[in-house]
């Protein structure tokens, strides 16, 4: 009997409405077969999750118009009109004003909490490349992020040089990579690392000890964020670094086993997150594969100094509403599995 | 007065720095790169790192032997006293090592103890480099002490040593690593576990032979694992028929539901006689 069908395989940061219906159909069928949150994890049944009363939301579009006071922006189709408060930032490569960003630019809105059409913060173009560095191209440095988004093309900012090369000294291929920058059509223009360069090579990934996991059956580490693979992925979940093996992971852009020891989960899983440093949490869809997560070992140090290994790499707008900052690349995280 | 104290503290200091040269060699014989262990020399340039690395393990390992060598009558004057005052110079570096790094990356563990050592050294660990330090400068000049007689002298002797191995102890980050390591067991969520192997354990079950009746596919529809469970999703007559395996070599649980199908009239009809077995029960598989 075949007892495993090809489309068993991870769709690899899903995207699409039969994504999102499957996610769906497997949260049911769940429910369903187990009925009850915490069945999963030993001291999960003590964790409770209360809605918060004014939670942080955030939206992604394209930039249609804007002026220091009034921002336009294309969502899903749908033209909205944000106000930008008197304090509101804006980020573009760096701190930037609001008259810099051009239409056209894809932005990321951080509302203020309760207000649906007030903007606290504005992220204009920033994009993200993690991976492996395959070599380099007419000066350009081409970086393997798996094989849903394959091979990335990275320019590092002159201004940037020094700082990148201070966090990432081996360019060279095999060396990890982990940069944060303008996005401009398919190349990323490095302004900052967003971690720096691990001690070994991505193919000799170094396996640590387990994240900690507190009698609470929680387990901490760092959070990171991703762009979307494509355009319509889902807005709000989590690329999970451990995706049962069995699955055939279509991300998975090494065979070497993960940096830390995280509990094997499937697409359509539940899982909370709560950022230490903010004590936001929210319960949110595993929607595909963190196979580039896998194979950093590093530490956050947001708030504190977090224990080793990526655990969730979110969503841009489930990393802004849990309260992180994309330019910081990642927040101290703790993750319990089992809703 | 404490005489034999002082030339125990050699022995210590040997076994410290043997045992932190073993558990580096371990970690790089089994990455196959010295890499591995240049957290322990990250303040040094990037091009130093690997041969501060081999020069750190080397100089432990020497250090050690040279100690053990220097024990007793063999290493009576100027030698020993050499080696002691640079055991205590190794660990002085150390220690200011140790502050460095706590003040520039906060982020990596010291690699003193290879794997062990994998969290951010705190203040702990600066206090126990400075013992040693300390320890090593006290061992100088012990000489070759007779062991203290039996009675008050002798149980001194002792306290002193097992009050110094407990402190060295609770400075100890390593010392929870290794015993949390020694009393792990990894939990079901992370073994890996075979899909076709869970399907033949669901075949075999209580559940599955009262249910196959419903079911109308050889082929699953959809199958996960999450957790300490398979999730197996069949075609059935009145919905689907959703089987969860428990990930256990032998008698795993099952559970059972029939889901309706949204927007299937025929489910629908069926629903009210299909939906009443939800969560079926424990129900080994033999």
Redo the contacts between chains.
């Keep these: ?5 090809a489309d ?1 395989a991870c769709c690899g940061r899903c995207a699409g409405p039969e994504a999102a219906a ?1 996610i769906a ?2 949260q ?3 429910a ?4 009850g949150p915490g ?4 001291g999960a049944d003590g964790i409770h999750v209360s809605a918060p009363t004014d939670p942080v939301r955030a939206v992604t579009g394209t930039l249609l118009d804007i002026s220091p006071h009034i921002a336009v922006v294309a969502v899903a189709g749908e033209e909205q009109r944000f106000t930008l408060t008197a304090g509101a930032t804006v980020w573009r490569g760096g701190p930037a004003g609001a008259t810099q960003l051009r239409p056209g630019e894809r932005v990321v809105v951080r509302l203020v909490p309760g207000r649906r059409d007030v903007a606290d913060k504005i992220w204009a173009s920033i994009g993200r490349v993690a991976g492996t560095i395959s070599g380099w191209d007419d000066g350009r440095l081409l970086v393997d992020e798996g094989v849903t988004k394959g091979c990335q093309a990275v320019v590092i900012s002159p201004r940037a040089r020094n700082r990148v090369a201070v966090r990432f ?2 360019l060279e291929p095999g060396s990890l990579i982990d940069v944060i920058g303008l996005r401009r059509g398919q190349v990323l223009e490095a302004t900052m690392p967003a971690t ?1 360069q691990p ?3 991505a193919y ?1 990934v ?1 396996r ?3 994240a900690v996991t507190a009698a609470t059956g929680t387990i901490s580490g760092s959070a990171t964020w991703h762009e979307p693979a494509e355009p319509d992925e889902e807005t709000r979940g989590i690329a999970y670094p451990a995706i ?4 055939g992971c279509g991300e998975a852009a090494t065979d070497a086993p993960g940096c830390v ?9 539940m899982l909370l997150v709560r950022n230490e440093c903010t004590g936001a949490a929210r319960l949110l869809p595993v929607t595909g594969c963190g196979a580039v997560a896998r194979l950093f070992h ?2 956050c ?1 947001t708030c504190g ?1 977090s224990p ?1 290994g990526r655990v969730a790499d979110l969503t841009i707008a489930s990393f802004v509403e849990l309260g992180g900052e994309l330019e910081r690349g990642c927040f101290n995280a703790t993750i319990s ?2 809703w | 007065m404490l005489a034999f104290v002082r030339e125990m503290q050699v022995v210590l200091l040997a076994v410290i720095l043997l045992g932190a040269c073993a558990a580096k060699l371990s970690r790089v014989l089994r990455a196959r790169s010295v890499r591995v262990i240049v957290d322990a020399t990250v303040l040094f340039p990037r091009r130093l790192r690997r041969r501060a690395a081999m020069a750190l393990c080397i100089t432990e390992f020497s250090l050690g032997l040279s100690l053990i060598a220097t024990i007793g009558r063999l290493g009576r004057g100027g030698w020993a006293d050499g080696v002691r005052l640079a055991t205590a110079v190794f660990f002085l570096l150390a220690t200011c090592a140790l502050v460095e790094l706590r003040e520039h990356r906060p982020d990596l563990g010291c690699g003193c103890f290879g794997d062990f050592s994998s969290k951010p050294p705190g203040l702990r660990s600066v206090a126990r480099t400075a013992l040693f330090s300390a320890a090593a400068l006290a061992s100088i000049r012990s000489g070759t002490p007779p062991l203290p007689p039996p009675g008050l002298a002798a149980a001194q002797d002792l306290g002193f040593l097992v009050t110094e191995l407990l402190l060295v102890a609770v400075l100890s980050p390593e010392l929870e690593e290794a015993l949390a390591r020694l009393g792990y067991a990894e939990p079901c969520e992370m073994h890996t576990s075979s899909p076709h192997r869970a399907v033949a354990a669901l075949r075999r079950s209580a559940a599955w032979r009262s249910h196959c009746g419903l079911i109308t596919g050889d082929v699953p529809a959809d199958m996960w694992r999450e957790l300490c469970w398979w999730y197996v999703v069949y075609p059935g007559r009145g919905g689907d028929v959703v089987f969860a395996v428990e990930v256990r070599p032998h008698r795993p649980a099952v559970h059972t539901a029939v889901v309706p199908r949204p927007g299937d009239p025929a489910a629908g009809q069926n629903a009210s006689a299909a939906q009443p077995m939800p969560a079926s029960g424990h129900s080994p598989a033999f």
């Design positions: 009997m075949q007892s495993r069908r068993l499957r159909r497997r049911r069928y769940r369903a077969v187990q009925p069945r999963g994890l030993a000294p081996q720096s001690a070994y090579l000799r170094a640590g000890p387990a049962g093996p069995e699955a020891d995280l509990p094997y989960l499937a697409v359509g899983s590093d530490r140090v100094t080793r599995a089992g």
